[in-house]
């Protein structure tokens, strides 16, 4: 299934379209803040929005059945502030609490939504807060609602820009930064920092409104707006610094045009600010052309083929806040719709009149089985039922003292059968064992005692046996667990039946005590 990204730029608004990683169409609208001469100049502009992209759908053929829809910051209200650690139930009076200091509009004028970042070093909360003006997210539900599509989520643009970085293959870990800029068209650039892929601060400005100057030239335009990034960059940077002092940049991707790669290398260094740039042409294919709206307009296009670790909802959160604007002073308003069958309410009620009954049977007879089972305790006669608290305490502190003595006699036993079980698997061929002894007393540690003979025609052979056993016996780690000296304590030749065999024996000792 094909998929759609669409991003409302301060200039343009692009529609890419795509299978796969693939592009199918790349559509470029002028925005309708420019003239359109077919349109009376009454016309509202989200009328001339929705008239150009029904357009381009037209033109294009493009029935896709949803899209990402990319918003540039001008929009939106993005706030990153910390919190104290609050209860889940209390979260979100306290951000709205927090968000009032740091926004220009009144929160009840916003649908918004928030995630939070637990910080470790000091124990707090961090808040990413997005918020967008009622007015404007109920414009770009219209546009889905008219053109029939339903919207994956509404985008900030940066944090396209961090899916096309994903799609790029460069990793989010750590504290990093990213720059998306468009010197040769006119649109917003985001300047952003991410820990570990959540948002910690971000920036957009653009270079529109620039004087033009006297006899102004091409080259000289733009080395106006080289400078300017530069003054920009610089002061973002200043505002991080202070905002997070602890939080060292310590990688800046850079998504731009080939030709400004080399002049940015030389003014990153002199940040002491390490950057990597992004070969666009890799993502976005060979044939394509670099520019900043097709990035952000792919990359929210493959909004669930990458998706990030931001998960700000401001579709999500408007339908939220409608239905809770519903229910004020309406309970019932979640049961508004549904339609009354009595016949269905009869059944339910016997249903639960049944289910009722049979728990109630069940209870009764738990309790006959309960007063039965108490009738038949033992008496205990050292515990007089008369006896006060202090008797039935000191009751109940000895048997806790003979039940730990138990446990103890219990867990500090030796399970002889795991060691036993590694003494077959050592013996070598030729080799048995006759008999065993297992002792210890108070003086004496644990001592095994292995007595056996082998038989393999040759003497040389068979002592050689008796050692290899030995040494099995050393390397087993249970055997060894138990017993830290193992020694052969004689070995010798014996007569059995017109044979002439090897008999020895192999003594064992010094049980580990934490074993």
Same mark, same amino acid.
């Given at each position: 299934?094909?998929?759609?990204?669409?991003?409302?730029?301060?200039?343009?608004?692009?529609?890419?379209?795509?299978?796969?990683? /693939?592009?199918?169409?790349?559509?470029?609208?002028?925005?309708?803040?420019?003239?359109?001469?077919?349109?009376?100049?009454?016309?509202?502009?989200?009328?001339?929005?929705?008239?150009?992209?029904?357009?381009?759908?037209?033109?294009?053929?493009?029935?896709?059945?949803?899209?990402?829809?990319?918003?540039?910051?001008?929009?939106?209200?993005?706030?990153?502030? $910390?919190?104290?650690?609050?209860?889940?139930?209390?979260?979100?009076?306290? +951000?709205?609490?927090?968000? /009032?200091?740091?926004?220009?509009?009144?929160?009840?004028?916003?649908?918004?939504?928030?995630?939070?970042?637990?910080? *470790?070093?000091?124990?707090?909360?961090?808040?990413?807060?997005?918020?967008?003006?009622?007015?404007?997210?109920?414009?770009?539900?219209?546009?889905?609602?008219?053109?029939?599509?339903?919207?994956?989520?509404?985008?900030?643009?940066?944090?396209?820009?961090?899916?096309?970085? *994903?799609?790029?293959?460069?990793?989010?870990?750590?504290?990093?930064?990213?720059?998306?800029?468009?010197?040769?068209?006119?649109?917003?650039?985001?300047?952003?920092?991410?820990?570990?892929?959540?948002?910690?601060?971000?920036?957009?400005?653009?270079?529109?409104?620039?004087?033009?100057?006297?006899?102004?030239?091409?080259?000289?335009?733009?080395?106006?707006?080289?400078?300017?990034?530069?003054? $920009?960059?610089?002061?973002?940077?200043?505002?991080?610094?202070?905002?997070?002092?602890?939080?060292?940049?310590?990688?800046?991707?850079?998504?731009?045009?080939?030709?400004?790669?080399?002049?940015?290398?030389?003014?990153?260094?002199?940040?002491?600010?390490?950057?990597?740039?992004?070969?666009?042409?890799?993502?976005?294919?060979?044939?394509?052309?670099?520019?900043?709206?097709?990035?952000?307009?792919? %990359?929210?296009?493959?909004?669930?083929?990458?998706?990030?670790?931001?998960?700000?909802?401001?579709?999500?959160?408007?339908?939220?806040?409608?239905? %809770?604007?519903?229910?004020?002073?309406?309970?019932?308003?979640?049961?508004?719709?549904?339609?009354?069958?009595?016949?269905?309410?009869?059944?339910?009620?016997?249903?639960?009149?049944?289910?009722?009954?049979?728990?109630?049977?069940?209870?009764?007879?738990?309790?006959?089985?309960?007063?039965?089972?108490?009738?038949?305790?033992?008496?205990?006669?050292? +515990?007089?039922?008369?006896?006060?608290? &202090?008797?039935?305490?000191?009751?109940?502190?000895?048997?806790?003292?003979?039940?730990?003595?138990?446990?103890?006699?219990?867990?500090?036993?030796?399970?002889?059968?795991?060691?036993?079980?590694?003494?077959?698997?050592?013996?070598?061929?030729?080799?048995?064992?006759?008999?065993?002894? =297992?002792?210890?007393?108070?003086?004496?540690?644990?001592?095994?005692? =292995?007595?056996?003979?082998?038989?393999?025609?040759?003497?040389? &052979?068979?002592?050689?046996? +008796?050692?290899?056993?030995?040494?099995?016996?050393?390397?087993?780690?249970?055997?060894?667990?138990?017993? *830290?000296?193992?020694?052969?304590?004689?070995?010798?030749?014996?007569?059995?039946?017109?044979?002439?065999?090897?008999?020895?024996?192999?003594?064992?000792?010094?049980?580990?005590?934490?074993?």
């Amino acid at each position: 299934m094909n998929s759609l990204g669409i991003y409302f730029g301060i200039k343009d608004i692009n529609l890419v379209e795509t299978s796969g990683n /693939k592009i199918l169409n790349n559509i470029r609208l002028p925005h309708p803040k420019l003239e359109i001469p077919e349109l009376e100049e009454k016309v509202p502009t989200d009328v001339k929005i929705m008239a150009l992209l029904k357009d381009a759908f037209r033109s294009y053929r493009i029935n896709a059945g949803e899209a990402t829809f990319c918003i540039s910051g001008q929009d939106l209200v993005i706030r990153t502030f $910390e919190i104290p650690l609050l209860p889940q139930s209390e979260l979100r009076g306290g +951000v709205n609490f927090e968000a /009032k200091k740091y926004i220009p509009f009144k929160l009840e004028d916003l649908d918004y939504d928030f995630q939070v970042f637990f910080n *470790k070093k000091n124990k707090t909360s961090l808040v990413l807060f997005v918020g967008i003006k009622k007015e404007i997210l109920a414009n770009y539900v219209s546009f889905a609602k008219q053109l029939n599509l339903k919207i994956n989520a509404l985008e900030y643009s940066a944090f396209s820009v961090l899916r096309f970085l *994903k799609l790029s293959g460069f990793p989010d870990a750590g504290v990093i930064a990213s720059l998306c800029f468009d010197l040769n068209n006119e649109d917003e650039t985001n300047f952003t920092v991410f820990e570990n892929g959540f948002s910690l601060f971000s920036r957009d400005f653009d270079f529109a409104g620039e004087p033009a100057g006297f006899e102004q030239t091409a080259e000289s335009d733009l080395m106006q707006k080289q400078d300017k990034l530069k003054n $920009e960059i610089r002061t973002s940077f200043d505002y991080y610094n202070r905002k997070f002092p602890d939080k060292e940049v310590k990688n800046i991707f850079v998504v731009s045009d080939k030709e400004s790669h080399q002049w940015l290398k030389s003014f990153f260094a002199e940040l002491s600010i390490p950057a990597r740039f992004v070969e666009t042409q890799k993502v976005l294919g060979k044939t394509t052309s670099y520019s900043s709206i097709l990035v952000k307009s792919f %990359a929210a296009a493959l909004f669930k083929s990458a998706p990030l670790k931001i998960k700000i909802n401001l579709v999500g959160s408007r339908l939220k806040a409608a239905r %809770a604007a519903a229910a004020v002073g309406n309970p019932f308003v979640l049961l508004e719709g549904i339609k009354v069958d009595l016949k269905y309410i009869f059944l339910g009620v016997v249903v639960c009149i049944a289910v009722f009954g049979h728990g109630l049977m069940r209870t009764q007879v738990t309790q006959q089985e309960l007063a039965a089972i108490k009738n038949k305790r033992v008496k205990i006669i050292s +515990v007089p039922t008369s006896g006060n608290f &202090q008797e039935l305490s000191t009751a109940s502190s000895n048997y806790k003292k003979k039940i730990a003595a138990l446990d103890n006699l219990v867990k500090n036993q030796m399970y002889v059968t795991p060691l036993l079980n590694t003494i077959p698997r050592a013996l070598p061929k030729g080799v048995w064992l006759e008999s065993f002894n =297992l002792s210890q007393t108070k003086d004496v540690p644990l001592e095994l005692v =292995l007595n056996g003979g082998v038989y393999l025609g040759v003497g040389d &052979q068979e002592f050689e046996s +008796v050692n290899i056993f030995l040494k099995n016996l050393k390397r087993d780690p249970v055997f060894s667990g138990y017993f *830290k000296e193992i020694a052969i304590g004689f070995i010798d030749r014996r007569d059995v039946q017109g044979k002439n065999i090897a008999v020895f024996k192999i003594t064992c000792k010094n049980f580990s005590e934490k074993k």
